[in-house]
């Protein structure tokens, strides 16, 4: 693992939003705090290993989610019901950070319980910034049970 | 009356005695005779009388036959009637399935336009589901690693280099809004629109303050006269109000003052809003051609826009039922009408 073990992670089919998000993280010396993963399945088997029997499962839960809404084979929806539903994981803010500005997305992701909604702005200037000012909330400002 | 058997047969008189007594005997039964006559007479008119009456009677019932006749004639005639009352109300019956048949066949059809109406709408709203999150990912991309050529490059670019990045990037901001204008405009088309009274001048001085903050430098004199208020939905009301008065804010920025006004041209059929302003105009020649997407009048270098601006207020004040034109002269301001039955 590395220094600061992983404190964000990101779900993000795109590789191009990945490396633009990474290259934020970069300037901010946090890359190496981080974990992308390219769809839901990716996520969940992340988050819920299955485990072996009789041993427990080796849980290593972000601090914050930064999570697409759509994804191949189980989209971000599904992603954040499952993190909200579990008593282990429902306390990880999930930061929907998406392409869609539509309202019932929007509506739909307060509904599945998200912490937050951002619609990744085009500009590069602006969402570079986004980026930083989420990171900086969720991992510095923010406070969580048990920390 | 009745004469005395005595006085019928007199004996034998001496002569003179005898002979009085048998005119007397005469006279008594002349008396007798007459009175019979009278008697007679008596029972004539009696019986006169009788025949009167029966004639009489026979009379009345006559009388009572033909009524009778009428009642009965009255009732052959109700029946009739009756029967020709009961083959209409029959015909009103089948007339009235019929029409409700009708009524059941219009539902259905109804019905299926309105399936084939919601799925054309589901479909369009995929559509701009996608466009929305597909076509802004690539512009992403484009603007951000436009970015960071600059950020990271730049000492190894000349200027021309970093001149021709920065268009790069400046057109991926301007795809992105043409992208979020033409979403709205669509959007607006598959709205609900929710009507209740709007105070219109109010909006428009509320509406005229967000711009003129907008434009620190600009020297703006605007005037809200009052106005009917009007029955519509606020939300899109608002979105008209802004796409006017930014307009009139915006062809007035060669001006040293710029004059802008909102009113109403009362009229027959009520009343026309309008916002007026004294900017560059346009030449009426073209005023047809305000209110398509993506139609501009002016040099887009000199005044910004995607050009989605008034084909989205035309579209909300027509799905309200009203209308929307525009009178100008160039260099001399424009004045934009609508209505809102």
Redesign the interface.
């Known amino acids: 693992m590395n220094k600061c073990g992983i404190e964000i992670m990101i779900v993000e089919d795109?590789p191009?939003?990945a490396e633009?998000v990474l290259?934020v993280f970069r300037k901010h010396h946090l890359a190496d705090c981080c974990v992308v993963l390219k769809d839901g399945v990716e996520a969940l088997d992340f988050l819920f290993p299955e485990s072996a029997p009789g041993e427990p499962a080796a849980r290593r839960l972000p601090k914050v989610v930064f999570l697409d809404l759509?994804l191949p084979r189980v989209d971000g929806f599904e992603v954040l019901r499952r993190i909200k539903s579990e008593e282990s994981t429902k306390n990880i803010p999930v930061v929907i950070l998406?392409?869609?500005?539509?309202e019932r997305d929007i509506k739909e992701a307060y509904d599945l319980g998200a912490n937050s909604f951002v619609s990744?702005?085009?500009?590069?200037?602006e969402?570079?910034q986004a980026v930083a000012e989420l990171t900086a909330y969720w991992l510095k400002l923010n406070r969580l049970p048990g920390q | 009356m009745t004469p005395a058997p005595a006085a019928a047969r007199p004996p034998a008189p001496p002569e003179t005695t005898g002979l009085r007594e048998r005119i007397a005997g005469l006279e008594a039964a002349s008396r007798a005779t007459l009175n019979i006559l009278e008697d007679f007479d008596e029972e004539k008119g009696k019986s006169r009388q009788l025949q009167r009456a029966t004639l009489n009677l026979l009379e009345d019932f006559a009388e009572e036959r033909r009524k009778l006749q009428q009642v009965q004639k009255a009732t052959v005639n109700l029946l009739e009637d009756m029967s020709y009352e009961r083959a209409k109300l029959g015909e009103a019956q089948r007339a009235l399935l019929n029409i409700l048949d009708d009524v059941e066949v219009e539902r259905a059809r109804a019905e299926r336009a309105k399936a084939l109406t919601e799925a054309a709408n589901k479909e369009l709203e995929a559509f701009s589901?996608s466009v929305?999150?597909?076509l802004?990912?690539?512009?992403?991309?484009i603007?951000?690693?436009?970015?960071?050529v600059v950020e990271d490059y730049s000492p190894r670019l000349d200027d021309e280099g970093r001149r021709y990045l920065g268009l790069v990037?400046e057109n991926?901001?301007k795809m992105?809004q043409l992208i979020d204008d033409l979403l709205a405009f669509s959007r607006l088309g598959r709205m609900e629109i929710a009507r209740t009274r709007v105070d219109l001048e109010e909006l428009a001085k509320e509406v005229f303050e967000e711009l003129a903050a907008l434009a620190p430098g600009r020297k703006l004199r605007f005037s809200a006269l009052p106005v009917p208020a009007a029955l519509a939905d606020k939300a899109l009301l608002r979105q008209v109000l802004v796409n006017l008065l930014a307009n009139a804010v915006k062809f007035t920025k060669h001006r040293d003052e710029a004059v802008i006004e909102f009113g109403c041209l009362r009229g027959d059929g009520g009343c026309a809003y309008y916002v007026g302003d004294n900017g560059v105009g346009f030449d009426m020649q073209y005023a047809g051609k305000l209110f398509g997407v993506f139609q501009r009048l002016h040099d887009v270098s000199e005044f910004e826009g995607t050009g989605v601006g008034l084909a989205l207020a035309c579209r909300i004040v027509t799905r309200h039922g009203g209308r929307i034109w525009a009178e100008g002269k160039v260099s001399e301001g424009a004045k934009f009408y609508f209505t809102l039955p």
Do not use: C, M, W
Request: overall charge positive; hydrophobic content about 30%.
């Open positions: 795109n191009s939003d633009l290259r759509k998406t392409s869609s500005n539509q990744k702005p085009i500009k590069a200037e969402f570079n | 589901y929305s999150h597909d802004r990912a690539p512009l992403r991309a603007s951000g690693f436009v970015e960071a990037k991926a901001h992105g």
